[in-house]
């Protein structure tokens, strides 16, 4: 039996990357404090978002006293399980591993270019 494959080393050399236009833009959501399955879902923003959008998100955990202060690596265990762009919005679903709520937020990247 053989161990995990050494993961593949992939030079920004041999990708084709996105330029990354005006029509792209980034975003935060507080949540407040929540646990277990939550659905925000970002609205506008300063582009149109439509089905075609390229959406990423990540969660993290923020200072519960400090709503929009630096996000941090906490014990919880925090993930985006799924991101729905749909015309003028991003439906989010979200999974917070923790027996008390939290105070979390999502950060989105929305790129139309």
Request: zero cysteines.
């Amino acid at each position: 039996m053989s161990g995990p494959a050494a993961p593949r080393k992939v030079s920004l050399d041999d990708v084709r990357p996105t330029v990354i236009g005006s029509q792209s833009f980034a975003a935060r959501i507080d949540l407040g404090l929540l646990k277990g399955v939550a659905d925000p879902d970002l609205l506008g923003g300063p582009t149109p978002l439509t089905p075609d959008s390229r959406v990423f998100a990540s969660i993290a955990e923020y200072p519960a006293d400090k709503p929009g202060a630096p996000k941090f690596m906490g014990s919880a265990k925090m993930s985006v399980l799924n991101l729905v762009p749909y015309h003028h919005g991003v439906l989010t679903r979200i999974f917070i591993d923790w027996p008390q709520p939290l105070a979390a937020a999502v950060d989105f990247l929305v790129i139309n270019d």
